[in-house]
């Protein structure tokens, strides 16, 4: 699609909306999605320590991870922060940055997870078409890249101290990659999504860059990042309460969803803080304080 397409207005809850709470078709304080191929949403119930899915069109949701109180143990978390799922072993991946790991857990029927890594501020986590794993991490600014099973990994964004220069980040989260294991990182203190090409050295600013604000060319507190195929970049811009698209190398954004002051009407959003764009065209916004899930369809989307 194109950013002059003019707003998609009217969002669809296929997740929570019935308040903040710790029944099944509630959420607390959710902050992540990943949706599958049959439409599955996965969330990161952050408040509630666990991973959800809603299976499409469900009126609740079932705990697939967690839920066991917030801890330590490998049957809980402690306020989880994202989750993804990894096809090929049929497991979710999952980020416990106050117990510093990423676990994994059976994607059915798990009662436990198991710790592929630890001792590191996870943040977000992304997996490309070779079966990387993207971790970004808080304390060390940096996004690490690692082959599954290993505990190493390689710096492929950042990693050179906290700053605004186009080799740093403060405070990086979110993350896509794309087909070219070209990284994207919300650098949310700085008010950009950063674009770290494969191997480079340094980053380009994708959206955003232009200081705090509810401008076109600005973004405030800038989350949740998805591209599709043509370069074009989504951004869950947090506190204008709105998503923006950015096309490849645009100066300024158009608003796609929300940007009518918070709210909980079908056409307002309260914080949407991460993106989804699934196969089919759709797009989930984590309406982050209306503790729901938001699902709009954009006509033409390039897949």
Avoid at 18 to 31: D, F, I, K, M, T
Avoid at 196 to 209: L, M, P, Q, R, T
Avoid at 248 to 274: C, M
């Amino acid at each position: 699609m194109s950013c002059n397409t003019p707003s998609v207005s009217i969002g669809l809850t296929v997740a929570g909306g019935h308040g903040e709470g710790l029944a099944l078709n509630q959420l607390s304080v959710p902050v992540s999605v990943f949706v599958d191929e049959d439409q599955t949403v996965y969330i990161a119930d952050f408040g509630n320590h666990r991973i959800v899915a809603w299976k499409h069109n469900a009126a609740s949701g079932q705990v697939v991870a967690g839920g066991n109180g917030k801890g330590n143990e490998n049957n809980q978390f402690s306020n989880p922060t994202d989750v993804i799922v990894d096809k090929e072993t049929d497991t979710l991946l999952i980020c416990d940055p106050n117990n510093c790991r990423v676990m994994r857990w059976p994607r059915h029927n798990g009662t436990s997870g198991e710790v592929i890594l630890e001792k590191i501020a996870c943040c977000r986590l992304a997996m490309d078409k070779q079966r990387f794993l993207y971790v970004s991490d808080l304390e060390k600014n940096e996004v690490r890249r690692y082959r599954i099973g290993e505990t190493n990994g390689t710096v492929v964004a950042g990693g050179n101290g906290v700053g605004d220069h186009l080799n740093q980040f403060n405070g990086p989260g979110y993350l896509f990659v794309d087909s070219e294991q070209s990284v994207y990182v919300s650098d949310s203190r700085k008010q950009r999504v950063m674009k770290w090409e494969k191997d480079a050295k340094e980053g380009i600013v994708a959206a955003g860059g232009h200081g705090q604000g509810n401008g076109l060319s600005q973004l405030y507190n800038p989350q949740g990042v998805v591209v599709d195929s043509s370069g074009t970049v989504y951004v869950a811009d947090v506190y204008n309460h709105r998503v923006v698209c950015w096309p490849k190398r645009a100066t300024q954004g158009t608003v796609l969803i929300g940007g009518n002051e918070l709210g909980e009407g079908a056409n307002q959003l309260n914080s949407p803080i991460d993106l989804f764009i699934d196969r089919h065209g759709y797009l989930y916004v984590v309406d982050h304080w209306n503790y729901r899930i938001q699902r709009f369809s954009l006509a033409g989307l390039n897949k």
